[in-house]
């Protein structure tokens, strides 16, 4: 028999060796996951430049915003199939498919002849990548102490950002090599998860919790697993899965198509400045790709604190009010950054832009899964997580058309024979008003949050 839990013990105390065992394999999975959403976006400009000579950057910049739109789309169906699957067949067996999909197609990706096959196996490396959010969330939730849950799913989630800065110190160390050559490189780096599959199906058994939900399903035709008809002909978890989906809507949006997008705001000032100070074109490529880096590894070294700080501020005053605080100081964040950035001085600015708009997620690892029961738990998180990413991949596509043609009408509002850095000037400051335009999403997530339940000190819940 396990011995009691003193929950009044630090989280991280309460956990045996095999919780530690689940921590780590959830947490490896996701944090490799975000590794290679990252070294999509700094690898993504380059790869659609090296497949796509003699077009503009106007018209590149509009590529790029298609191909992360396709990522993101392919991560919304993956989270939907995956999400159901994990709680039909098991968090562990599912978790392993997702991991080897998207080291697989991240791979492939190194090997794309056009920008249609780069899109191809971007959407299917999307699959696997939009299916392990929901499934390491929900392995932790049920494998793990109650007691210990809240901090340990913010943790996994803080985690995240450690990908995403060694995928930051990939490119940095890969800056000296030829731009039309290192995004191949990236996409390398970004298949070596693959490993983890043997870790996780060696080893890793299906939490209890979902054993048991899992036998009475088997009795009980109402208590069907992974079931988007019983998501949503239950009105308590339609209205959860409804509102969850707005709320990380708001949020995924607002990074996705506007936050790691600060890298095209960041490369082409950094240019400008390098550009004044005399530097020779070898150094101006170099030191665009090595501060571009750098912009996401300050930017995620934000987003750690931001969500370590969103966890212990919700475990102390609950998950609402945080979250609304949180919305509020994204959106002000995101303004700020994309109106005032100038120079490389200016990187702190990148610093709390990851500390506001990033904590939003260490509270959707924390607040979904509370929010449906153990044979939902996946589905409904997924849900809510994933099928925003629809709406999301409307971000990206229309920052690059919202660019393009603010871009278009400042270059014809210049006088007549302006010379090419003014017209670069130009296209960027469209660039600054297309995000501030598209930041106003944040404002949806509060919306949200007036229909949704306070859960803090409650139990999961359960049929």
């Not at 709390?352 to 509370?370: D, H, K, N, T």
């Amino acid at each position: 028999m396990s011995q009691p839990i003193d929950s009044n013990l630090p989280w991280y105390k309460q956990l045996n060796g095999y919780h530690w065992f689940v921590f780590f394999v959830a947490s490896a999975a996701w944090c490799f996951d975000c590794l290679d959403q990252q070294l999509f976006i700094l690898a993504r400009d380059n790869a659609v430049a090296a497949l796509t000579p003699g077009l503009d950057s106007l018209e590149r910049g509009k590529l790029g915003g298609y191909a992360m739109s396709v990522f993101v789309a392919g991560w919304a169906t993956g989270g939907l199939i995956f999400g159901a699957l994990g709680d039909r067949i098991g968090r562990a067996k599912t978790l392993a498919i997702t991991v080897l999909i998207y080291s697989l197609f991240t791979g492939l990706s190194s090997f794309s002849s056009s920008v249609t096959e780069f899109m191809i196996y971007r959407a299917l490396t999307g699959l696997g990548v939009g299916g392990v959010f929901g499934l390491a969330v929900a392995l932790v939730a049920d494998a793990l102490p109650e007691s210990a849950r809240p901090k340990a799913l913010g943790m996994l989630q803080a985690l995240s950002a450690v990908g995403n800065v060694t995928a930051g110190l990939c490119a940095m160390s890969l800056s000296h090599v030829d731009p039309m050559l290192s995004w191949k490189y990236l996409f390398w780096i970004g298949s070596l998860p693959a490993f983890l599959c043997i870790f996780i199906m060696i080893r890793l058994k299906e939490p209890e919790k979902w054993l048991a939900a899992k036998a009475t399903s088997r009795t009980d035709k109402s208590k069907a697993m992974g079931s988007y008809l019983s998501l949503f002909t239950d009105a308590r978890w339609r209205k959860s899965a409804l509102f969850g989906m707005m709320l990380c809507v708001s949020a995924v949006v607002g990074l996705w198509g506007i936050g790691f997008f600060s890298g095209s705001l960041v490369g082409p000032a950094i240019e400008a400045a390098l550009k004044a100070e005399g530097k020779s074109a070898a150094e101006i490529v170099q030191g665009k790709q090595w501060w571009t880096a750098a912009n996401l590894i300050v930017l995620n070294i934000g987003a750690f604190v931001g969500m370590i700080t969103f966890s212990k501020l919700a475990a102390n005053l609950g998950r609402k009010p945080v979250f609304a605080g949180a919305f509020i100081a994204a959106l002000a964040a995101t303004v700020f950054f994309y109106q005032c950035f100038e120079t490389r001085s200016d990187i702190w600015m990148s610093f709390v832009m990851g500390v506001c708009q990033l904590s939003l997620f260490a509270g959707f690892a924390i607040y979904l899964p509370e929010l449906f029961p153990t044979r939902l738990r996946s589905t409904g998180t997924s849900f809510c997580y994933n099928v925003g990413r629809f709406i999301a991949a409307s971000g990206p596509l229309t920052l690059g058309v919202l660019q393009k043609k603010l871009g278009e009408s400042a270059i014809a509002a210049l006088p007549a024979g302006a010379d090419a850095i003014a017209q670069a000037a130009a296209k960027l400051d469209a660039f600054r008003n297309a995000a501030c335009y598209i930041s106003s999403v944040f404002l949806i997530g509060l919306v949200a949050l007036i229909f949704l339940p306070e859960t803090k000190g409650r139990p999961l819940p359960e049929d």
